[in-house]
């Protein structure tokens, strides 16, 4: 009888290791193909939060009424890098089909060969994009872009700040947040101070650093928690970096108790672009989602949830809206953060500011 | 003599016989244990031992910009760091807030522990329950509650304010003060869990003893009380270090960016820069760390308890 009994642990103990062994590394052996431009599913890696919230239902929920056949697996990242992490991860066995991530990562990723080029036969859409807004060698084009705004607290300031420099007024010391590098924030603040500093940051921000350590002694957090916005109305700080359209979108949100301005100095777009994983596993209805995406209805529904601006040519926003959105027609004092550089610079930024910027 | 020799031989032949039979139950009891150990084993190697290796092979590629992973075999990504004045830094601060941690929380564990340990209530188990309640919290809710208590308007600023003590905020977050103060009260369950297991040799009887021989109440917990909780305390002091030198969280949160200890950098390195053979490598140097106290800490209580 004991003999029995310890048979049969034996057998249930081999069983589960099994079973183990079995969940542990047959993930992949599941992921049949179920290549369909209308039906199947669709996973999308993008960013999380307020963002993952309007673009679900300013985009999401509406591909799925016209295509109720196509499920939509959404994966939230906090950022771009870690977004191409995960592809990275899965380079050889893709799960991920379209990602949405900014264009100075997406760069990174078409380099890779991690992502598929597009063409108006599989995303007809794609015609509506204009030259500027497409990647020249094919791959990704330019889902929707947004730019680096000065985000201040509206009592403090009943007038939004005109110039960045701001930042450096003694009144407003240890009221500042500033999100640090390797955040596109902080790379995109280095970049505009050394604008004001008459310098070309290709060739060195030496004087980018001397100003921003002036900065730093007032900025009370490099990272702020829960978010640069959030920290802005509740009064922890007053001012501080962010962007554009989740500004405007806290704006609202805080009953105006909080803005968001471009200061006169001039500020870097923050770019996303939709991409298509190479060798995804849906690919034609990534294609489909891609091609709605772009398509003026999805493109005018983002710009009035999140303000982001379109990248096509034939979204027409409400002017209340347009008026929030960052212009892309050439009217914005623009700082060119050129991606190709950046991805050069972002360890050298984020060392600089670690070692020499950054107050303890 | 026979009649006495023929029952040790009866019992002899049963010796050997039991012999037999207790060697085959044993073969037996090991393939069930090792039957019995295999599912966890199996799920330890895929956790741990795997991602581990993985960790350290990756720790010895390349990372080139834009998060490019060249495979090859360098020290460089060792090198890097190990004659690099500012990892040096980051890792003392983050040794040292690790001491720090582990003495305030053992301090401020201490007497609770104590209590509990000592104590006859009937409620007893109640308070421990109570002690330990807020592990049922997540550590991100409790660092959240720490920044809405500590911050510029937070609950201590501004009573400070509103009783007149303070013109300006003081600066109790995104600092090592906020990072160091949400630790102690993240790590004090753990602390006194730690402390209460460890509390083994402790006992009122002794106490006692020590008091009927002429020992003052101080005496007692100089010389009975605190010699024989001495290894619940650094076993505690222990595990507040290792937990406080490889949590990511708190720093994170409550540091603002100006806290830069292993794991934030190993984050950085990680997700924002891509540069995973350097996050590894850190990585490495952490668990080498974590190593070695654990070899000092061995070799202490060893001292303590022999």
Redesign the interface.
């Given at each position: 009888m004991r003999?029995t009994i310890?048979g049969k642990?034996?057998a249930v103990?081999?069983l589960?290791?099994a079973a183990?062994?079995l969940s542990?590394?047959g993930g992949g052996a599941g992921a049949a193909s179920n290549d369909s431009a209308t039906s199947g599913e669709v996973n999308l890696i993008a960013y999380s939060g307020v963002w993952q919230d309007q673009y679900t239902a300013a985009v999401i929920e509406p591909f799925k009424a016209k295509y109720p056949d196509i499920k939509i697996n959404y994966a939230s990242k906090?950022?771009s890098?870690?977004m191409?992490?995960a592809l990275?991860g899965q380079k050889t066995n893709p799960a991920t089909d379209v990602a949405i991530m900014d264009n100075s990562v997406s760069t990174?990723g078409n380099?890779?060969g991690l992502f598929e080029k597009v063409d108006a036969a599989g995303v007809p859409n794609l015609a509506n994009v204009p030259e500027k807004f497409r990647d020249k060698d094919g791959y990704g084009p330019v889902a929707m872009l947004d730019a680096v705004g000065l985000v201040y607290d509206t009592a403090t300031f009943p007038q939004a700040p005109e110039s960045w420099d701001v930042l450096w007024d003694p009144a407003y010391a240890?009221?500042i947040n500033v999100?640090?590098?390797?955040?596109l924030l902080g790379l995109s603040l280095t970049a505009i101070t050394a604008k004001m500093a008459g310098e070309d940051y290709t060739k060195g921000i030496d004087a980018a650093v001397t100003r921003l350590k002036e900065m730093a002694p007032g900025v009370?957090?490099?990272?702020?928690?829960?978010d640069e916005y959030q920290n802005v109305i509740?009064?922890?700080?007053v001012l501080g970096l962010g962007q554009n359209a989740r500004g405007q979108f806290y704006s609202d949100q805080s009953n105006k108790k909080m803005g968001v301005t471009f200061p006169k100095e001039g500020t870097v777009y923050q770019i996303n672009t939709i991409n298509v994983v190479k060798d995804a596993p849906h690919s034609a209805a990534a294609k489909t989602f891609v091609d709605y995406a772009l398509s003026a209805e999805a493109q005018t529904a983002f710009a009035k949830a999140l303000f982001y601006a379109p990248s096509v040519s034939n979204a027409e926003l409400p002017a209340d809206v347009k008026a929030r959105v960052v212009p892309t027609d050439g009217s914005l004092n623009i700082v060119p953060l050129d991606v190709e550089f950046l991805?050069?610079a972002?360890?050298k930024w984020?060392d600089i500011w670690?070692?020499q910027i950054?107050?303890? | 003599m026979t009649l006495l020799q023929t029952p040790i031989a009866a019992e002899k032949r049963t010796d050997r016989d039991e012999g037999l039979l207790e060697k085959a139950t044993e073969r037996?009891n090991r393939?069930?244990y090792l039957?019995?150990l295999?599912?966890g084993l199996?799920?330890l190697l895929?956790s741990f031992v795997f991602p581990l290796a993985y960790m350290i092979r990756m720790s010895f590629n390349k990372g080139a910009?834009?998060?490019?992973?060249v495979e090859t075999f360098t020290l460089d990504t060792y090198i890097q760091p190990l004659t690099d004045p500012?990892y040096w830094r980051v890792t003392l601060d983050t040794f040292q807030m690790g001491v720090t941690v582990g003495i305030l929380c053992v301090l401020v564990s201490y007497p609770v522990a104590l209590f509990l340990a000592r104590s006859t209530s009937k409620y007893r188990g109640l308070l421990i329950a109570i002690a330990i309640a807020p592990l049922l919290t997540s550590a991100v809710v409790r660092t959240?509650g720490w920044?809405v208590i500590l911050?510029?308007?937070g609950l201590i600023n501004s009573s400070l304010e509103g009783l007149g003590l303070i013109d300006?905020p003081l600066?109790l977050t995104?600092?090592?003060t906020g990072v160091t103060i949400g630790l102690v009260e993240i790590f004090m369950p753990y602390a006194i869990l730690a402390m209460i297991s460890g509390f083994g040799r402790l006992s009122p009887q002794l106490e006692e003893a020590a008091g009927s021989l002429g020992a003052s109440k101080f005496k007692v917990f100089t010389r009975v009380t605190l010699p024989l909780s001495l290894p619940g305390l650094l076993t505690a002091f222990l595990l507040v270090f290792v937990l406080a030198i490889s949590t990511f969280i708190t720093p994170?949160?409550l540091?603002?960016?100006?806290?830069?200890v292993l794991a934030t950098e190993i984050y950085?390195q990680?997700?924002?820069?891509?540069?995973?053979p350097f996050a590894a490598a850190l990585s490495v140097i952490l668990l080498v760390l974590f190593g070695l106290i654990i070899a000092v800490y061995q070799r202490l209580t060893k001292k303590i308890g022999g």
């Open positions: 003999a310890k642990i034996t103990a081999a589960s290791a183990l062994v542990g590394c906090r950022s890098a870690e191409l992490s990275q990174t380099k890779q240890g009221k999100n640090a590098p390797p955040s009370q957090t490099f990272a702020p928690n829960p509740t009064g922890q700080t991805s050069s972002r360890d984020t670690k070692r950054i107050t303890k | 037996r393939r069930t039957a019995l295999l599912p199996l799920g895929v910009p834009d998060g490019v992973i500012y959240y920044m911050g510029t308007n300006t600066k995104n600092n090592m994170r949160l540091g603002g960016g100006s806290v830069q950085d990680t997700t924002g820069l891509l540069n995973w």
